[in-house]
C-alpha cells in the first residue's frame, strides 16, 4: 500500500481535462449524443477522430518510443472523467485503455503503433460484462489456426479496425488479431447506446496470433486497468448529474421556493456531494496505483469499481428524481447518463463480483457455500 | 537536490540534534517533549518560536516517523485531542502573542488539558443561542450559565468557552469567545451518565465564574467567527483520523471474520465487503482533503468526512453486533465509570454500538451538517432563520 500517493490533480492532468472539455463543449452537445439512440451515429467518427488525432489521445498509454505520448493511467483517467461528463459516444475506454494495455502486453508493437496513433481502432473481443478474474473465451482455432466461435454484447467491436479475440487454447488463453472485415459484427440494441454493444461471430477467420499461451495474463491486466478507469468515467457522470441537478434545483421554484432551498430536497444533495467527493478519492487512488504499477493496484481496482458503480448510478438515479417529470423525457440529457452509469456498473464485474474478488485479496474470504455459524 | 529533498535533510538534521541532546531512552517525556516543542518538531506546519517551523503540515508525518523509530515518546494526541484538534488552531488564528506563548507549549505537551464549553441545553445544533452570559466587571468578565456534553471536563486545565455578552443585538452578533479557568472556584463540574452506562461527558455550572480579559480569543462580539473556525477544525479532526487502513471501526469486524472462522455466513460477506470498502473509501476521502488542505484552511467539506465517518461508524458496529450472534447480546458491565479518554478501541462491540450513536450528534448533528454542505459548498438557499434580527433577549424560548 502507497500512502504518499498524490489524490489531488496536477497541473499537467488539469490542462489535460481542459482541452478535452473545451473540445466535447463545442463537438458533443447533448442534443447530438441523444440523437445517437435514434440511430445518428454521424457524430462519432468525426468527434473520435478529433480526439484521437487532434488530442492525441488514442495512445496516450503508449509510451513515446513505442509510438505514443506516454502518458500514464493518472491522465487517462482525467480524460474519461471528461467524457463520463459529456456520456461522449468515443471508444476511448474500449481502444485506447483497455485494447492498448493489452497490445503493450503483447508486444506487437506494429499494430500497437498503428494504435496508438489514431489510425487504427481496437477492442478487445469480450463480453463486455467480463470480470478481469473470470475471462473464460469462447474462441477455438482450428487446426490451421482460423478462428470459430462467438462472442455476445462486446464493447467497441464496432467501431474496431482490429479485433483482438482471447482464444481458448490447449496451454491456456492465446490472444488473436484478427481484421475487422473478416468478422461478421453485429450490432445490438443496447441500454447504453453511447457505447453500442455488438455481437463478433468468427467463422473460420483468418487471424494472427499476438500473445501465445499467457495471453490471459495480457487480457486480465487489461480488464483490471479498464476496471480501475471506468471508475473515473463513473465519476464524471456522477459529477455531471449532481452539478445539473444542483443547478436546476436552484432556480425551479415550488410554492413559491426555490426547491433546492427545501430541507429534504438540500440533504439528498448534500448526501450525494459526499458520495461523488468519495468516488473521487476512491477513482484517484486507483488511477495514481495503476500509473505507478503499485501492489495496491489490484485492491484499489476492485474497491474503485465497487464504489463508483454505486456512486453513479445513485447519482444518475438522483439526478431522474429530482428533475422530476423532466428528468423523465427523451429531451432532457438526463436519461443519458443514467444508462451510462447502468451499463457501466454491469461493466467489467459488477460491485458484487469485484466485492467478491476484494474478499479474496484482503484475506476477508467468501465461506463455502452452505457453511451456517 | 529539489525543495522537498532539502527540507526533508533539514528536519532530519533538527531531529538528530534533538536525538543527540535528548535521549529518548534517559530522558523524562515531558523534557523531551518540551525540547522537541522547541525545537520546533512539534507541528512544524506552526510559525516558529510556536513549535513548529512554518513548514506544509504533510512534513509533520516525516518527523514523527523519525521521532517513533528512535524510540521518542508521543504527545498521546487521543489524550489531549480538544487542545489539539480545536483549542490549539483558533488560539493560533485569532490569540495574541501573548496567548499563544502562554498555552500552546503545555497545551502540546499534555501538562495541560483542554475541553470545550459550547454546547448547552437550549443551544445544540442552533449553537448560536448560547445562554451563558459574560457580564464586564473592569478588566474581567463574570461569566454565568451551565454547559453541557464536556468531554474531559473533569481532567481539563482550560477550556475554550463561547458566552453571550451582549443580549440587545441578534444573537450571531452577541457571542465572544474566552478562554476559561478550571480551577476557578465559579466552575463547577459534575458527570454526565450516558447510553453505554459510562460518563464520557460532564454538565459544566458557571457560578460567578472571573475570567480576565486578557483571556478573551477574538474581538469582543466576534464569538461566533472564532468559534467557527473551532468547528471546522473540529469536523476535520473527527472526520478525517485513520491513516492507516484498517485502523478504524472496520478493523475490529475483518479481525473477527479473519480469526473467526465459525461466525463467517456467506450471507453477511457482501455487506462486509461493501462496509470495508466504504471505510477504505472514507479514510482515502480523508486523505485527500488532508492534501487538499495542506496549504490552506479547513473549510466546509470537512463536514462532509464527519458524516460519513458518523454513518460508517454507526453500520459497522452495528453490524459487528449482528455479525457476532449470541455474543452481540451481551454487554460487558454497566457500572458507572468516568474515563480518562474516549476509547472504542478498548470496549467490547456492543459498547462501540452505543457510543457511535454520538457520532452523528456531537460536534454538529449530520442534519446540520447537510444544511451546511448544502449551502456553503453547494451554495443552495438558506434555510428561514425566523430570529435573524430580532435581539437575543426578543427571541421566543
Redesign the interface.
Known sequence: ?N?DV???YTDVETALRESVSDLLTARCSPEKVIAVFDGDREIQPKLWRSLALDLGLAGLLVPEERGGAGASAREAAVVLEELGRFAAPVPFLTSSVIASAALLHAGDDRLLATVASGERTAAVVVPFSTAPNDLRPTVRADGQGALNGRVTSVAGALEADVLLVPVAAQDGVELHAVEAGAASVTPVVSMDMTRQLADVDLDAAPGTRVVEAGGDTAVRGALELGAALIASEQLGVAQWCLDTT?SY??ERTQFG??V??F?A???R???L??TT??????A??AAATAADEDSDRHVAAL?AK??CSEAAVRAAEECVQLHGGIGMTWEHPAHLYLKRAKADQIALGNP?AA??Q??EL??????P?G??? | MTTEETVRADLKERVDALLTTHDPATTDQLVFLRAQFDAGLAWVHFPEGLGGLGLPRAHQTYVNELLAAAGAPDNDPRRIGIGLGMAAPTILAFGTDEQKRRFLRPLWTGEEVWCQLFSEPGAGSDLAAVGTRAVRDGDTWVVNGQKVWTSSAHKARWAILLARTDPDVPKHAGMSYFICDMTDPGVEVRPLRQITGEAEFNEVFLSDARIPDAHRLGEEGEGWKVANATLMNERVAIGGNAAQREVSMIGFVANAWRTRPELRRPEAHDQLTSLWVEAEVARLSGKRLRQKLAAGEPGPEGSGMKLTFARLTQQITGFELQLLGEEGLRYADWTMTRPDIVDFTGRDAGYRYLRAKGNSIEGGTSEILRNIIAERVLKLPAEPRADKDIAWKDIPR
Do not use: F, W
Open positions: 500500500m500512502d498524490n489524490l489531488l444542483v434545483l436552484r421556493r426555490s433546492g432551498g430541507q430536497i438540500k440533504h444533495l448534500a448526501d456531494y459526499v467527493e468519495s468516488a473521487r478519492a476512491a484517484r487512488y474497491m465497487s464504489y458484487q466485492r467478491r476484494l474478499g484482503v484475506d476477508l474470504p467468501m465461506p457455500a457453511s451456517t455459524a
